[in-house]
């Protein structure tokens, strides 16, 4: 497994990531999210609404150069969408994917 899907599953044991659409939704509404990731395959409706979401609550959306299979087998739950909740966690985020081509901001 990769650095960045071992750091999301850090990530998620450390009770710092929201997946589903709905919770990552709820997250970014509170102020809660410090950035949303996106699987590859995510469908283009689910990233179009979180894209504007983001864009209104001003937190960065990434989309991994992973599939949703690969997201959900490194966290242990099914994910397509997830919300990073922890600042630090959220920059070495960012950090690994600008150090790869693993992740594209939207």
């Known amino acids: 497994m990769d650095k960045l899907l ?3 599953g850090l ?12 919770a990552v939704e709820e997250t970014l509404i509170k102020g809660e ?15 179009k ?9 001003n937190v960065k ?10 997201i959900s087998i490194a966290i242990g739950r099914f994910a397509a969408t997830a919300s ?4 630090g966690f959220a920059q070495n985020i960012e950090r690994l994917t600008q150090n790869e081509t693993g992740g594209n901001s939207l």
């Open 6 to 8: 071992n750091f999301l």
């Open 11 to 22: 990530c998620r044991r450390a009770g710092k990531l929201t997946t589903g659409f709905d």
């Open 33 to 47: 999210s410090q950035l949303v990731i996106i699987a590859s395959d995510t469908s283009p409706n689910t990233e």
């Open 49 to 57: 609404k979180l894209s504007r979401t983001c864009e209104t609550h």
């Open 61 to 70: 959306l990434i989309k991994l150069d992973r599939s949703k299979e690969e």
């Open 84 to 87: 990073v909740t922890d600042k």
